[in-house]
């Protein structure tokens, strides 16, 4: 017989030509693999790339003794990324989770939707564990009781806010009272002293009595509920709502193009995000030989979390190396560790999961927003180990209650953090307030935010990936059940239509070509 060889899935004949064309395609230069390599990957080795410069520029800048002036214009392109990335947040959300709540069906959507609740809160609750047992075995405060916020000449940090307070605004911002207003306002609350009386004396009797306020910053909170419910009962209209859900398919595609474009920016952005911080630093040593055991506490708890834990779960659950799928990630963590942002990383995270991970559409984008807003692992971690800390430098001991009430407090509280920088230092102020420590210690954590911070806002978007490459695995499993069990439904409906061709011989055509070819089996099965 004549031998055959395949060239792209299709046999021919062997000769010479068919035998030198297999050799150069066996055969691709190094030159040509290296190019392809360069190709596909350049984007993540230039914003790795933006990254180290950026650390060298700094320090090479630093030497210069810039005025504060001068800072701000050195600082300028990597201000401009972030500016770029936070404008494209607000359509992004709201289109991506109308559009992606909107393509699944209410009994997916109430699945997926619990599925992924579960797994932010345990991830959060398992962090926030890390972070308490990691601040009692390192014991970061012990010993920085000499410690004072005038020795690093830091600004005092003040909050009066009641943990009530903060729990009801959290709530109060899940339904904004003003669409509009939200996208760039959330709610607040303040307090002011009301005069209610006279005592015995005389003397004027006052009452704090809180206020509503609505500081500036987009309530994303608010948006994201509204975004999902919108989408749900855009796909409760039916026909009636098909135009509106392509309008948001079509808004949110043109974002993502928007986005693809904004990535090219990233290592040029990144660069000066990074060399500006450097010159920005104070007293670099003195700050960590006060704070060193908080700062490696911290990070300590962060890679646990993201390189042992997290990968874990995703392993349990798919069965896959969690590595690899993290490996497609690089530049959304890269923009993560430069920019401190939750929220501006969301673009880039959603790109990389799509096409790198090749994660479904309808669940990238419904997930990774509300992961982005409610999911701050990392956050948990070095909140729980602040707030130890600060109670090691008081030399106040904890009870088991507070500890309980610190893992509670800093799950529930990781919620509602904002997803940009110095986020969580507000949140702290809220599990210091419920177990009764002062927070006049907090500009401590303010100073040393910069640096935790990188490493908080990479772990908390890679729980969110994780989760997104969970739900895609999840889902892709039911829709392979759905797949087997239509299946079967199928040969009893070609054995029904066989049994009805041999009684009357009267069906149509397509029926009656499936009978012939199903009749043995269908004989098989009857009997």
Known sequence: MEKKSEINGHAMPCSVSTDRILEKSAKKSFREKLLMFLKRNMLVIMTVSGVLVGVGLGMMVRTMNLTRVQMTYFAFPGE????????IILPLVVC??????????????????????SYFLVTTLIASGIGVAL??????????????????ALESVST????????????????????????????????????????????????????????????ILGL??????????????????????????????????????????????????????????EDVVLLVTSLGKYIFASILGHIIHGGIVLPLIYFGFTRKNPFTFLSGLITPFTTAFATCSSSATLPSMIKCVEENNGVDKRISRF????????????????????AVFIAQLNNAELNAGQIFTILVTATASSVGAAGIPAGGII?????????????????????????????????????????AGILHHINQQEMKKQQQQEGGELVEVQVEAVANVQAEEETSPLVTHQSKESTPEAVESVL
């Open 224 to 281: 994201v509920l509204f975004a999902m419910v919108f989408g749900v009962a855009l796909r409760k209209l039916g026909e009636e709502g098909e135009e509106l859900i392509r309008f948001f398919n079509a808004f949110n595609e043109a974002t993502m193009v928007l986005v693809s474009w904004i990535m090219w920016y990233v290592p040029f952005g990144i660069m000066f995000l990074v060399g500006s911080k450097i010159v920005e630093m």
């Open 80 to 87: 401009m990324l972030l500016r770029m990335l936070k404008m």
């Open 367 to 386: 997930i990774l927003p509300i992961g982005a807003t409610v999911n701050m692992d990392g956050a948990a971690i070095f909140q729980c180990i602040a």
């Open 427 to 467: 949140t702290i102020a809220i599990i210091l307030e419920a177990i009764g420590l002062p927070t006049n210690d907090l500009s401590l954590m303010l100073a040393v935010d910069w640096i935790v911070d990188r490493t908080t806002t990479v772990v908390n978007v890679e729980g969110d990936a994780l989760g």
């Open 135 to 152: 601040a009692f075995i390192i014991k970061p405060g012990v010993g920085a009781g000499s410690l004072n916020t005038n020795d690093l």
């Open 160 to 219: 009066n806010k009641e943990t009530t307070d903060s729990f009801l605004d959290l709530a109060r911002n899940l339904f904004p009272a003003n669409l509009v207003a939200a996208a760039f306002r959330s709610y607040a609350t303040d307090y002011k002293m009301v005069a209610v009386g006279n005592d015995t004396n005389g003397t004027i009797l006052y009452q704090k009595v809180p206020v509503g306020t609505e500081p500036d910053g987009m309530n």
């Open 96 to 117: 991506s989770l109308v559009s992606g709540a909107a393509s699944l069906d209410t009994r997916s959507l109430g699945k997926l939707g619990g599925i992924a609740v």
